[in-house]
């Protein structure tokens, strides 16, 4: 099979396209892929680093508040939409692909919109409960509609070709069990949390924690706490452990910029304290975690809000809009979910029943019904 994969501009668009990628690979090896996205993406780093093919195409989204500095780049933008019909043109005649696959973002736009003109079996997959711009129009003209959730239907409506597929999550995330991860952080069986904020952090998640911690440390409760405070917290959020007297590293605590063992941390904890990506909650289901939730408010469409509440509506999950929190909130609920394990068993374990374990037979399925129809 000769798959064209089209999406980035994020983590969240560019992941699954190469978790697609892989699918389609194991189960046809000399499948030969090519993926499209901007050259000033994220796509253009991590694509050629996982070992593809990469071809760019120069696609911007239009900024809605007016300025200056927004007007200029709307008319870079406007520029980029004239020559990116014909430069998707160009990709898919001298690829030749058997389908042509979108997983989100401005750049998936004309290469998918180009190959169904072309009568190129087309298929996209949207990961969020609130779609994307770019795959409400493109679910007018392609053959197949993957969801993460069955709840984006209510945006996207019923008269389409779709499948629930899920999101596909890391393998590795499922290797370790809790002893494990607790043992290999130098942890004991308490309660644990982790939490964080992405990788340039959040500073609504850094101030409430910091707050937490303060918190469970007075008051002697036997807590582990994994926190990472990215990027924006490089310098306030060891000041306040400084000024709180709380050790960044101990056999309570592990409090670092960044979190690069993430399947342990994950592993480890009984309540993730975090934002609402698709990927994280997909991780999330899979491994059956209790979650506060504080969604992002400075993404399209409110789209992170719509993923939590999903699982906030099956009890499997805590949210809290960014607006409303207060850390003393966060503390009472910390604090009764510490008092009562059972309330994270039950959040637990409806978190694992929104997991869909065939997430990569269902992918496969749906791309081959497009392909050999």
Not at 204 to 219: F, G, H, K, P, Q
């Amino acid at each position: 099979m000769r798959a064209l994969i089209t999406g980035g501009g994020t983590g969240g668009h560019i992941n699954p396209a190469l978790a697609i990628a892989s699918i389609i690979g194991e189960h046809e090896p000399d499948s030969v892929f090519l993926f499209a996205g901007t050259p000033f993406g994220m796509e253009a780093r991590l694509v050629p680093q996982a070992g593809y093919d990469f071809a760019p195409i120069k696609v911007k989204g239009f900024q809605r508040s007016l300025s200056f500095e927004n007007i200029k780049k709307n008319i870079q933008a406007a520029g980029y939409l004239v020559t990116s019909g014909p430069r998707a043109n160009e990709i898919i005649k001298n690829f030749k692909p058997d389908v042509v696959i979108g997983t989100g973002g401005y750049v998936s736009g004309p290469v998918v919109r180009q190959a169904a003109k072309k009568g190129i079996p087309t298929v996209i997959h949207e990961q969020n409960a609130y779609p994307g711009v770019t795959t409400r129009i493109l679910t007018k003209s392609v053959n197949k509609v993957m969801l993460t959730v069955k709840e984006a239907l209510d945006y996207l409506g019923n008269d389409i070709d779709y499948t629930v597929t899920g999101l596909p999550v890391r393998a590795e995330i499922l290797k370790k069990n809790k002893a494990e991860a607790r043992k290999e952080l130098g942890f004991d069986d308490s309660f644990t949390i982790l939490s964080f904020g992405g990788s340039l952090g959040a500073g609504c998640i850094n101030d409430t924690m910091a707050e937490v911690i303060r918190y469970t440390r007075a008051n002697d409760m036997n807590i582990n706490h994994i926190h990472g405070y990215g990027g924006m917290g490089k310098d306030s959020f060891p000041a306040a452990m400084k000024k709180y007297n709380v050790p960044m590293k101990s056999d309570r605590t592990r409090i670092s910029e960044y979190i690069n063992d993430m399947d342990t941390c994950m592993a480890a904890a009984d309540l993730v304290i975090c934002r609402s990506g698709a990927t994280t909650l997909a991780e999330l289901e899979a491994m059956g975690k209790a979650s506060i939730l504080i969604p992002s408010p400075i993404v399209a469409g409110n789209h992170q809000y719509h993923n939590a509440m999903v699982l906030g509506k099956v009890g499997a999950a805590i949210v809290i809009e960014q607006k409303d929190v207060k850390s003393e909130e966060v503390i009472k609920i910390v604090e009764d979910l510490y008092d009562n394990p059972e309330k994270v068993v039950e959040m637990s374990e409806h978190s694992r029943s929104l997991s869909i374990k065939d997430t990569s037979e269902r992918i496969w399925n749906t791309i081959k019904s497009a392909v050999y129809k």
